[in-house]
């Protein structure tokens, strides 16, 4: 193995592991720029766009009675919390890694990001079961899918997902080349306890539901392809075909995040734990490590997507948001004011 040992007092005495644990630390310039640069550009758009979201879902009156919306609320709820954390992060990487808050608030970034990433995901599965219910089975989706009944379900997840992180607390402040270090195991062991994490990770958080939204997918491509026949034409209206049209787009796009945010980072986050734990070779291990860093900046870029999600699968987001622009535009007196009225006039009609 390359890199030379690291100068920091080590409970690791073996001269292999301590060359290894030089070897990924080694490339730390990279995953600085990296984290910083994708940051910068993550929180502002994060953050404006899924308050934003808050308060075109808190205007709509009439939709917050449904499931769908119900359910897009807690996925902006989280979008926005986790990108709440991205400040002390940039201070982190610009400081070159040094960590200049208290060793709690470590913690917390830590726990943030495993909490807002599961959660994401979950929700993102449950707003796919939805729309299968809507277009498959559309008596038992009015019986079962009431807000008050999905709002127990977002808080299950919410329990669920911040139980199961919990462990993520324990990884606080190191110290290394005597500076205080964050968002790193500080030993061997801690990687290895991180590697068994993963795969409940891997199998609650993320396989799981990708298999569920799979099957979702299927499900609605099957029922609309079989209701566009010649004998469909009770179906075939305006609003059943916009109704099939965003179902689609729906499930569409959650597939896409899965696919490009969130199965690269489960994948690579994988192989490099393993890599580490198993001593594989130092460029290997440096290669692994470059890749989570670019898997991860994507999956921390989800934050920024999902309001996208909102506004192509739901009409009546899409017409607030507009509504808000234009009372936005324009500067004489009273125009916001108006316009809001308009909103909340538009959603209880």
Known sequence: MNGPLPTTPSVVVNNTTQSLMACFHDDDAFKYRAYTFTYLLVFPVAFLCNMAALVVFF??????SSASCVLMMNLAISDSSFSLTLPLRLAYYFGDGAWPFPDWLCRLCVYGFYVNL???????????VLRWLAVAKPLRHRA???PNRTLV????VWLFVGVASTPFLSNGVTLRSGT???FEPPTMSSWCWVLILNYVAVVFGFLLPFLTII???????RRLTATTGPHGSSLSSGARSQNRRRSVQLVTMVTATFLLCFLPYHLIRSLHLHAVCGGW??????????AVVVTLCLAASNSMVNPLLYYYSTRTFRNNMRDAHSSLLSSRGG?????LALMRRRNTT
């Open 59 to 64: 205007l709509q009156s009439s939709r917050r």
């Open 180 to 182: 205080p270090r964050c």
């Open 118 to 128: 599961y959660t994401s995901i979950l929700f993102l599965t449950l707003l796919s």
């Open 281 to 290: 070779r130092c460029d290997v291990t440096v290669a692994l490590q470059r």
């Open 144 to 146: 079962l899918t009431t």
């Open 215 to 221: 099957v979702c997918y299927s499900g609605i491509v």
């Open 153 to 156: 379900v977002c808080l299950a």
């Open 335 to 339: 125009s916001f004011r108006t316009g």
